[in-house]
């Protein structure tokens, strides 16, 4: 089965949820799907159908690069770690990739609260993922 037909649900949900600047290309056997998503609710159900296609996301064969649009009602949260950065990660969990780092004590923007253990943020240097809510303390 070619990439774009396992993972077609993602794009389809893609387009339905308004996520603009849609990208979908295949490289050295990885799909990429690109975009921005009107809302980190949006982004949150692309991931939630991933996880359905794919649990625990082990096959490493799709990489989503899909941001959320910018909103004036987000939310600011501090980085309340015990002196060590905090990892933001590409995905909700543990298993996936580092994509960037907040600082102890630096300022977040909270896209979403994903869930009670994940929110999706934004760092001041405008890196998108998900870190531990644990470490987060709305402002």
């Known amino acids: 089965?070619?990439?774009?037909?396992?993972?077609?649900?993602?794009?389809?949900?893609?387009?339905?949820?308004?996520?603009?600047?849609?990208?979908?290309?295949?490289?050295?056997?990885?799909?990429?799907?690109?975009?921005?998503?009107?809302?980190?609710?949006?982004?949150?159900?692309?991931?939630?159908?991933?996880?359905?296609?794919?649990?625990?996301?082990?096959?490493?064969?799709?990489?989503?690069?899909?941001?959320?649009?910018?909103?004036?009602?987000d939310s600011k949260a501090t980085v309340v770690t015990e002196k060590s950065n905090l990892n933001v990660r590409k995905g909700p969990g543990t298993d996936q990739p580092i994509v960037g780092k907040a600082a102890h004590d630096a300022t977040v923007t909270v896209i979403s609260q994903t869930s009670e253990l994940w929110w999706q943020v934004r760092t001041e240097d405008g890196v998108e993922g998900y870190c531990f809510a644990q470490y987060l303390k709305l402002q």
């Open 1 to 73: 089965m070619a990439l774009q037909e396992k993972y077609q649900e993602i794009v389809d949900a893609a387009n339905a949820s308004g996520v603009t600047d849609l990208q979908v290309r295949e490289q050295d056997n990885v799909l990429y799907i690109d975009g921005t998503a009107p809302s980190g609710a949006v982004k949150d159900n692309l991931w939630q159908i991933y996880d359905k296609l794919d649990p625990n996301y082990l096959t490493g064969d799709l990489i989503m690069n899909i941001n959320v649009t910018p909103s004036t009602t």
